[in-house]
Structure formats: C-alpha cells, structure tokens
C-alpha cells in the first residue's frame, strides 16, 4: 500500500493572535505546499523549507503545528518521530497549517501570547556588574557570580524572512545597538548602565575593559590596543542617576573579530532567559546553552546554563533569600488579614529560620463547625532552593473531600518540629472534642499526640505500618511470600470483627512466625478495625488527600512566603468552589453520602428482619446481624465504622417506618458540610513589598537555614506516596473494598505486585 500523503502548507513571516476564548490564528507572512508522508525525513523536510524561503540554516528553525480541534497549543516537532506522530495525527484529513519560524520568533510569539495567572515577575536584587575589569581593581565579591564565556564562531541563526545584515550577532543588533545612545544619557544605578554597556558592546561586536569602576564613576575602553572608543559615568549631582558625561564612539579596531574573553554573570544570562522560562518552566539547559550560542555568539556548558536557569526562576519568583526576611512581616500580615488566623514561626540563635506555623481562620472555623474530629498528619519533601520539610494537619468534609487545617514549613523531620507543631496545631483549633488522628507512629508522633491531646485516638497509618514490615523483615521471604502476607495484614487491618482478625494474622503465621509475632506487637488496638476505639471512618492512612500534595507540588520549589500564598490561594479557590457548589445541592446528604447510602439501601432488599420488641432486631441474609436501633450498632461494624446505616439497618427502618437519614452522621449532611465552609480565606495583599514603620529595629532579621539544595541538576524523585492503588479489593461487610498497589520491595522500590486472588 502507498504511504499516506498530506499537503503541509508551511507558512512564515506573520504572527500568532489569540482571540476572546483562547484560540490561536495566523496573520500574515508567506505560504509554499509541501507533500509529506510517514516516510519524511525533518532532516530533508527543513532543508526543503529553508530553500523555499530562502534560508541558509535549515538546523535553526522552529517548526509548530496544531492539533486537529484544537487551536490553543502548538506542538513543536524536533525529530523524526514528532513528524511522523503529526501525520498520525490528521486522520482523513489531506492538508496540515505548519508554521515555521526562527527560535527568535518563536520566543517573540511565545512572550507575547497571555501568560498563566499565577506567572508573578519579581526582580528582588540587582544585577551584579556584567564585565569585570581586568586591568583595574575591583570588589571580588562579585567574582563567585560570573561565569566564563566564549563568544562562538559558529554560525548564525536563520532568520525568516532575514532582516539584519550583522549575522555574527543579529538578534543582539537588532535589540541591543541602542542600549547606549551617547552623551547625556541618565541610567537609575550603575548597575544599569553596566548592564545596557555589556549589551551594547555584545550588539557591536567589540570588547573591552574598565579603567575606573566604584560606586562614583565608571570608566571605560576597547579592549582593542590603540582603538579610541570610551565612554565615562558618574553620578549626576545631588542625584542617585548616574549619568554618561563623556563618549567617543569611534572604532578603529575589528570589533566584529572578537573571539573570546567575555566574562559574564548569572544574573545577565538569566535576565536574557527569563521571559522564555516564564512561559515554558521545562525550559532545559542543554536549550538554553544552545539558544544562547546560536542567539548570541556565546559559549555556556551544561552547569554554567544550568545556574543560569536557578537565577533567572529566582528573578521571576523573588529572592528566596528575601523571602525569609519577609517572614515576620508575611505573618503578621497574614494575621492582620484573616483575623482569628494564627502565623508564627521562630529562629535559632544565630537568627536563621527554624520553623513557620501557619492555621487560617476559615480552617479552624470549618473543622471545628463542620468536620469530623479526624486529622491526617504527614509531611512531604521541599525541593526549594534550601529544603526542608512541609508538615500538615488536613481533615475531611462531609463529601470526602480534603480539608487542610495548619500546615508547616520546618527545617527537617525530627521529633522536636512535630511536638511544637502539634503545640501549635492545639492553640490553634482550641478544642474539646476527642480527636482521632491518622498519622505515623515514629518521629515521636506516638509519645507528643499522648501528651499534648488528652484522650485523643491515634491510628497508625498503614502506609508506613507496611514500610517499617517490609523493612524490619527484609531478605526473609520470598516475593510471592511477601505478597501473600501484604495482602493479609491489610484483611487483618480492615477486618470488622475478631474473628476475621483473628484468620487473618493466622494466614500469616503460616507464611512466617517471625511476621505473626512483628504483627501481634505492632499494636493492633491503634490499627486494626477490631480494637480501634476511634472513629477514622475507614481513613487508614495519613496521605489522605491528593488534591493537596498536587498543590504542594506546584509550589515547592518556590521561595517559602510565596509558597504559602500560594497554597492560601489555593485553599481559598476551593472554599469558594465547595461553598458555590453546596448552594446547588437538594439532598439531606453530601453527593458522595448519599450514594453511599443509596447503594446500601439497594442492598436491604434482599435481606429477612425478625420484628421483636424493643429496639433490637434480627437481620438474615448471608449472615445473621443483630441490629440496635437505639445504640445505632449493627454486629457487621459497618455503621459504626463508617457513620452511615449498614444495609441490616436500613432493612429494620424499613420495617419499622423510619427514614434511614435520621441514623446518618451529622457531619454528613448539607447543612453541615456548608459550616464547613462558611467563613473565607482573605487574599495577604503586598507581600513581597513591606512598608517599614519607624519601629522596624525592632523587627527580627530572618537569615535562610544552613541547609541548601546540593549543587548541580537536582534528583528528581516522586514523593512518598501510599502503598496503594486502586486495583485490588478486600471483602468488607459483604461488598469490595479498594485497596490497591502493594511494593513488596523497601520503600522506594520500584519493584511491585498487585495483590492477588481476585
């Protein structure tokens, strides 16, 4: 069979505009037709493009297409494949729009099309000078900032149509030629006018070097020997604008000739990235390096791009080292702006950052009013320039949706942060309900929740119960061994009844009888449904909650107040969200209850109840349940396990004329869940902009903690999720039970199975 054609009308020279609702058209520029198959070559389909537009580099193009339907996202092809998956693509379709364009274009287009909303560009700290003096003295405090450059020979990227007649450096000409225009030209620091200075000379092709640079004058020459070019600042009296008093713009010398010997700062090759990495974060280095050579004639490695990049996202984030400083300022802002919300945080002896505590009145509002008494305490990795760790108290609403309560940035997981945190956490939500909590049992979690919450209930996470199984008894099974005793810990753990409790650890005692004896003393009056005495609602884990760690993970990397704004902001989006969506509601029960409920009652019907007087009743079916009405217990376990009417109960109500909504949890009804979210979270206005009172003295001055990310490409490892994933069940109260994904390995393993058996 003949491969497929299609017609890729290929145009370029115009420029992309997005209309009202996000879509992208074409206007202007030129149009070829191109035949393509699945069998083309980019290689010899760029080669093809830069002829017909008369391009001599065909390897420094963009080529952009779009899907069919959709016209808000290009899809950029740079190998073979991306060519052929675009052929895949079109189905019946016999023509493809492709539109080709220099890098430079593409990034021109790419900055002027709208950006994300929660895109913020903060320029905190200035540019360090960009050209250090080689003859001339100079503070070399500034030296650790610079990378060393080498302007590149290669050749030039391709402009379509081309419209500059400087190839060596004709994206630098056409911006930069006029950064310095002569004479009586005003700049606000002389870091701007060193860094309009290196532009100008990249723009024309010279270098130089400095024969006076303080903080009062600047004096400058070509580095050339005998070329007449100089140019003299200094600051302009009675002002802080520096001013250029004298310039001879004459070149004797073959500027364009340079070489090498630029030496560069971070900062600069960041301030020239920056708006590319705004729009594409996954901006990698090896691009930068590369856009970089063929834009501007300049020569980085991996790590110099690399650092680059660390600079220009702090350009665009805010220094984090500012951040810190901002910390008291940002707490007390944020009580200022939620009243009733508690920010605190607090400082080692040499003043750096220690920990930030953190609880909103809208969530201590909501938890008290309308949440269960149940908390999920964990932590998870900050992969921000300095580290640390993110501890969170969340609960859950009454339609099973996560609801964060107090969070903390500390820096590290030790028993120390979480005894103060969950101090903190109990000053904040201040009350008398006995708590359940879900959370880890080590990191002196076990021994603080006694003493800190009198009479609270501590379930121990079975995700971590698991981690310290597989770890304690490491090399003694096999994998299929392993698996099989996974799968009955987790039937132990979620058994109703002593019984299957009981079947459970003894399957387990066949498999091994070190395991039994580990599971026998691992406490199982704190996990397992038979001794529990709290009410956790069949929540066994602490990672409860992916809704947050997907906000944490959009966040972290960020410096530490815009993280926490950004996490408020994020909780304030669904407070509102939840509380628009609740006004729809009809029902007496949440969504999610009510068809829980439903599914319950579908199952009545097949059941006998024996009518006796009083309040209890027999129940038959598969089994023979006793039902009491008045003590809302039925022998299965499931209504007091899960706040909601088992089937055995909704069968007597039936029976005896009552409405099964009368026997729900109150924290299950509509009503309820909209306490939740009656009160709002307030936007913290100028955060990154303190207006300093005259008692500013008094302010602590809070330094960045000791502990910084490594050097180098940073290791990217998912966080530490649960064991689990949706795929395998368990038979509970007669119906499955999702339980999921177990590793069978240590705790970060690749290695998994899925549980067997049904």
Not at 69 to 86: E, P
Request: hydrophobic share 35%; net charge negative.
């Amino acid at each position: 069979m003949a491969a497929k054609k299609v017609i890729a009308i290929c145009q370029s020279g115009g420029e992309f505009v997005a209309d009202k609702d996000g879509a992208l058209s074409y206007a202007g520029g030129e149009a070829y037709a191109i035949d393509i198959d699945q069998q083309t070559q980019l290689d010899d389909f760029r080669a093809e493009v830069a002829e017909m537009f008369g391009c001599g580099a065909a390897d420094a193009m963009t080529i952009k297409y779009f899907l069919p339907g959709n016209k808000r996202t290009l899809i950029t092809i740079s190998k073979d494949k991306d060519l052929q998956r675009m052929v895949s693509f079109l189905g019946d379709s016999g023509t493809v729009d492709v539109f080709v364009m220099s890098e430079e274009a593409a990034a021109g287009n790419l900055s002027n099309m709208p950006a994300s909303r929660s895109s913020r560009t903060t320029v905190s700290e200035q540019v360090v000078p960009l050209v250090v003096p080689v003859d001339a003295a100079y503070d070399m405090t500034n030296t650790s900032d610079q990378l060393d450059l080498d302007v590149c020979d290669g050749r030039p990227l391709c402009s379509i149509p081309a419209s500059s007649s400087d190839e060596k450096h004709r994206r630098a000409a056409t911006q930069w030629e006029n950064t310095i225009t002569g004479v009586d030209q005003r700049f606000n620091s002389f870091s701007e006018f060193r860094e309009a200075l290196h532009k100008y000379s990249i723009a024309h092709g010279f270098a130089y070097r400095y024969k006076k640079n303080d903080s009062h004058r600047v004096s400058v020459k070509c580095k050339s020997e005998g070329c007449p070019w100089r140019i003299y600042a200094s600051r302009l009296a009675t002002t802080q604008l520096v001013c250029i008093k004298k310039m001879n713009a004459e070149h004797t010398c073959e500027g364009a000739t340079v070489k090498a010997g630029y030496r560069a700062t971070r900062g600069w090759v960041g301030s020239i990235i920056k708006e590319k990495l705004k729009v594409s974060p996954n901006y990698r280095p090896k691009d930068i390096a590369d856009d970089i050579r063929r834009e501007y004639g300049i020569q980085l490695n991996y790590s110099q791009a690399w650092r680059a990049k660390e600079i220009a996202r702090e350009q665009l984030q805010g220094s984090y080292k500012e951040a810190y400083k901002l910390l008291p300022f940002f707490c007390d802002k944020i009580k200022e702006t939620n009243p009733g919300s508690f920010a605190t945080f607090t400082t080692k002896e040499d003043s750096s950052f220690h920990r930030l505590f953190v609880s909103f009145h809208a969530s201590i509002s909501g938890f008290q009013q309308g949440c269960r008494p149940l908390l999920f305490l964990d932590s998870t990795v900050l992969n921000s320039k300095y580290q640390g760790m993110l501890l969170s108290a969340t609960s859950i609403d009454g339609d099973d949706g996560i609801f964060p309560v107090a969070i903390a940035v500390v820096d590290d997981e030790t028993e120390d942060n979480w005894h103060w945190f969950l101090q903190e956490l109990k000053s904040a939500i201040s009350t008398s309900q006995q708590i359940t909590f879900v959370a880890d049992f080590q990191n002196g979690l076990k021994k603080s929740l006694a003493e800190i919450f009198d009479n609270c209930h501590h379930s121990y996470c079975l995700r971590h119960l698991i981690e310290k199984l597989n770890k304690d008894l490491k090399g003694q099974f096999s994998h299929e061994a392993r698996r099989f005793m996974i799968n009955d810990f987790y039937a132990a753990a979620h058994a109703p009844r002593l019984e299957g409790f009981q079947r459970a650890v003894e399957n387990i005692r066949g498999i091994s009888p070190d395991a039994y004896d580990w599971v026998v003393q691992s406490e199982p009056e704190h996990w397992a449904n038979a001794f529990f005495a709290g009410a956790r609602y069949n929540h066994m884990t602490s990672d409860f909650g992916q809704e947050f760690y997907s906000w944490v993970s959009e966040a972290h990397e960020l410096p530490i107040t815009q993280m926490i704004d950004t996490l408020r902001g994020r909780m304030m989006e669904s407070i509102y969200a939840r509380r628009v969506d609740s006004a729809q509601w009809g029902s007496r029960l949440t969504t999610s209850m009510e068809e829980k409920l439903q599914m319950e009652a579908s199952l009545s019907h097949l059941l006998q109840v024996l009518l006796s007087e009083g309040s209890t009743f027999e129940v038959r079916g598969d089994s023979v349940d006793i039902v009491n009405v008045d003590h809302w217990d039925c022998t299965c376990k499931g209504w007091q396990l899960t706040g909601l009417p088992c089937c055995h109960a909704i069968a007597v109500f039936d029976c005896i004329d009552r409405s099964p909504y009368d026997f729900c949890s109150r924290y299950f009804t509509v009503e309820t869940y909209r306490l939740a979210y009656a009160e709002s979270i307030n936007p913290v206005p100028n955060v990154d902009k303190p207006v300093l009172s005259e008692s500013a003295e008094a302010v602590v001055t809070v330094t960045p903690p000791p502990t910084k990310r490594p050097p180098g490409r940073p290791k990217m490892k998912p966080r530490a999720g649960p064991l689990l994933s949706p795929h395998c069940k368990i038979e509970i109260r007669g119906y499955p039970l999702s339980i999921g994904l177990i590793a069978v390995g240590t705790w970060g393993n690749t290695e998994t199975a899925m549980l067997g058996g049904w």
